[in-house]
């Protein structure tokens, strides 16, 4: 029986959260969470306080997906910024856990909104879908990268 909930993993010294749904086989359809500024630091934990992590605290059945939560240390760098860590994380995560590669998705809230946009064509997974909350990008990259990858984008009311 595979390990299941919110599980701490840490790769190249960068700690990260995945939660395994209980009740799903894999291979697991997977999302990767960008946290917003306020939850960046070294803990591995901070990131669950806000978004989508924690609604799944409040609701796990209505989120069957492998989710994968890293932290990025500092409030003042953007994602693209933590580029590397992302894609050894990736890495670790496909080697640790049976994940379909057609049903990958990207979310992000906050300035991991603004990472959705600007990193979801340049990370080694490829996405089915994307959905920044809240974030941004330069509008002409983001047209020319995600003119081929659904994109549910939410800001404001």
């Not at 919110?6 to 939660?19: A, D, N, P, Q, W």
């Not at 603004?114 to 994307?130: E, I, M, N």
Request: glycine share 10%; charged share 20%; hydrophobic share 40%.
């Amino acid at each position: 029986m595979p390990e299941t909930g919110f599980l701490s993993r840490e790769v190249g010294g960068r700690r990260y959260v995945v939660y395994v749904p209980h009740q799903v086989k894999p291979p697991y359809p997977s999302i990767l969470f960008l946290h917003g500024r306020g939850e960046s630091g070294s803990d591995g934990y901070k990131q669950m306080a806000i978004g989508l992590l924690h609604a799944v605290l409040w609701n796990m059945a209505r989120w069957p997906f492998l989710i994968v939560a890293p932290q990025k240390p500092s409030q003042d760098k953007l994602w693209p910024e933590e580029t590397d860590m992302l894609n050894d994380i990736l890495h670790a995560v496909e080697k640790d856990f049976p994940t379909d590669p057609h049903r990958r998705y990207l979310t992000g809230l906050s300035q991991g909104g603004h990472g959705t946009f600007s990193l979801a064509k340049r990370l080694p997974w490829q996405f089915a879908a994307v959905a920044p909350v809240c974030g941004w990008g330069e509008e002409a990259q983001v047209v020319k990268d995600l003119t081929d990858t659904p994109v549910w984008a939410f800001h404001g009311g």
